[in-house]
């Protein structure tokens, strides 16, 4: 999917557990994004990064958590404190905010034991 | 917060039929994208038209963009089953500003 690398495909967590959705980009975009898709809510904007050691709060950012250390890397934590984390999570890149063309890797479908 | 709203929710034709899909926004726009999903995929970028633009094609697709009537429809011309797909509009409102997607449309492309 565009170079952009999303692992595991598939995931599962326990009640009170922490969970690192990785994503990885070899595009050398400077942007990267995390969004939600909840069937029939479309995508909704969890964190984006601008540029390294830089991220913003999205729409729904509570009980997630988010590092860029890397410019190819933007994992995403979903913490115990997200109390629905079962969902389809979608990360993607642009060459920036301004150009923002995304590209978007194949997902993350995330269920609760 | 969704700019984008898509138009119909879904959509069913037969194979070698025209599919005409809309989506209406709220506030003005700098750019407005469109995006294909296959089922149970990352989402692919089809096209882009610009605020200043009417209309665009790629291949198949067709876009325009109504900014007085704060619209834009995708048209896609002799479908094939393998259009069979949700389909997304985006918007941004200019430099530095996020994109915005809709809660997209089902079609669905009979063999």
């Known amino acids: 999917d565009g170079g952009i690398t999303q692992s595991p495909k598939y995931l599962f967590r326990k009640e009170g557990q922490n969970v690192t959705l990785s994503c990885e980009q070899n595009l050398n975009h400077d942007a990267m994004y995390w969004y939600r898709q909840d069937p029939g809510q479309g995508l909704r904007l969890i964190y984006y990064s601008q540029i390294v050691n830089d991220f913003q709060k999205g729409d729904i950012a509570e009980g997630y958590s988010v590092s860029r250390e890397k410019k190819e890397s933007f994992p995403l934590t979903v913490t115990s404190a997200q109390k629905n984390p079962t969902a389809f999570y979608l990360c993607?890149?642009?060459?920036?905010?301004?150009?923002?063309?995304?590209?978007f890797g194949a997902g993350t479908r995330l269920s609760v034991l | 917060s969704q700019q984008g709203e898509e138009d119909p929710q879904a959509l069913s034709i037969q194979e070698g039929e025209n599919a005409t899909m809309n989506c209406s926004y709220k506030t003005s726009i700098n750019n407005l994208q469109w995006y294909r999903q296959n089922s149970g995929r990352g989402l692919v970028h089809l096209i882009l038209i610009r605020s200043n633009e009417r209309e665009k094609h790629s291949g198949r697709l067709r876009v325009t963009l109504d900014t007085s009537k704060k619209s834009s429809s995708l048209l896609i011309t002799a479908s094939r089953a393998a259009d069979t797909a949700s389909y997304f509009c985006?918007?941004?409102?200019?430099?530095?500003?996020?994109?915005?997607f809709g809660k997209g449309i089902t079609l669905s492309v009979r063999p």
């Open positions: 993607a890149s642009s060459l920036g905010i301004a150009k923002n063309i995304q590209y």
């Open positions: 985006a918007t941004d409102t200019g430099a530095n500003s996020k994109l915005t």
